[in-house]
């Protein structure tokens, strides 16, 4: 008897590529095969080109503020390195940060001095806007914000942290890996002088790529630790910096992932991001609501809006045996561990937590699979 079909539901992770991505990918390798690499990337320069138009439309800012990355921790981290602190200085972040840049601000902090503080916040796990505004003074020099954490629901207000930061001229940087490809972003309106995502997730591109954005008037500010012709061009003898945010990329780069995910960025336009996030939500609800009817499943999402990404534990099971036993039966899961949310995690007594991340390509029928066979898991012994 043939196998099932794999069931997906780990966008949150890594989602499956479209086909036209994948196409955009393969082509460009082929070109390379018969062309040599910057033979091809010259016939490609304006495709080229068009992937940092695309990614200027997708998050509502100029061509100018927009660098490709081969990864968010790339992005977030070139940047956040031109940060310096003094003893004393303040560096806020919030309770759900990414793991990553947890520990990177944590080695940051220690170098220089700094203090790091988690903003307050209210039962539900967003950040306390009134306590986090009591907090700002002058010594508060960064807030660090993950968006959409990665071990669950919330979506922090990131609007509103950013109106706090920029009136107090912080400087704000958005992790925004869960939220690029599920939802809108606008960071004019999210006032933050930094965002970052990697390509991989929710916009279906391929791993190995992201996205930079850095605020033009915040980046008189940044001075690369590393740079080479291209990121400061031979300018009158002397090596200068690049004016606009591609000062943080190099000359070299993985062409054929960037038309990948230049392909992947326009799928989502076309799509409109508005529709996808209805999509997703509308998806996830229906998971959500079937779960919580199960008496040997926890909802372990936190918030009072939802995203696409649903956190769960199951009665005398881990999150490792729930993971495995639904691969048996070809649906495909995450897990999340204390180091990807650590403070969150350890603030609530979590060790780990499965996962379940839909997209639009998500159909009814693999929905139906999913919550059968986690039915089952009420019988399995452990």
Known sequence: MNAQPLAYFNHAGASLMPTSVFNATVSHLQREMRLGGYEAAEQQHEALQAVYSAAAQLLGCDLNEIALTDSHSRGWRDVMNCLHFQAGDRILVGRSEWGGNYAALTHIAQRDGASLETMPCASSGEV????????????????????????????????????????????????????????????????????TTPGRKWLRGPRGTGLLYVRHGFLSQLRPTAVDHFSAPLTRGNYLLRDDAKRFETSEANVAARL???????????????????????????????????????????????????????????????????????????????????????????????????????????????????????????
Not at 263 to 271: F, G, N, P, T
Not at 288 to 315: C, E, W, Y
């Open 128 to 195: 306390c806007l009134k306590q986090l505004a009591a907090m700002l003074d002058k010594r508060v020099r960064l807030i660090s914000l993950t968006w959409l954490p990665a071990n669950g629901g919330l979506i922090q207000p990131a609007q509103q942290i950013g109106t706090l930061a920029r009136a107090a001229n912080i400087p704000f940087f958005l992790d925004a890996a869960q939220a690029v490809g599920q939802m809108p972003v606008d960071v004019r309106a999210l006032n933050c002088d930094v965002l």
């Open 260 to 382: 990948g995910l230049g392909q992947a960025i326009h799928e989502a336009l076309s799509v409109g991001l508005d529709d996808i996030q209805n999509i997703v939500r509308k998806k996830a609800h229906v998971i959500r609501t079937h779960l919580k009817d199960m008496p040997h499943v926890q909802n372990q999402d936190l918030g009072t809006q939802h995203s696409g990404l649903i956190a769960f534990t199951v009665d005398h099971h881990s999150a490792h045996e729930v993971r495995a036993y639904l691969r048996q039966h070809h649906i495909e899961i995450a897990l999340n561990g204390v180091a990807f949310t650590p403070l969150d995690m350890q603030a609530r007594g979590l060790t780990e937590i499965a996962r379940i991340s839909p997209h639009i390509t998500t159909t009814d029928e693999e929905i139906a699979r999913l919550l059968e066979v986690i039915s089952h898991l009420r019988h399995i012994a452990p």
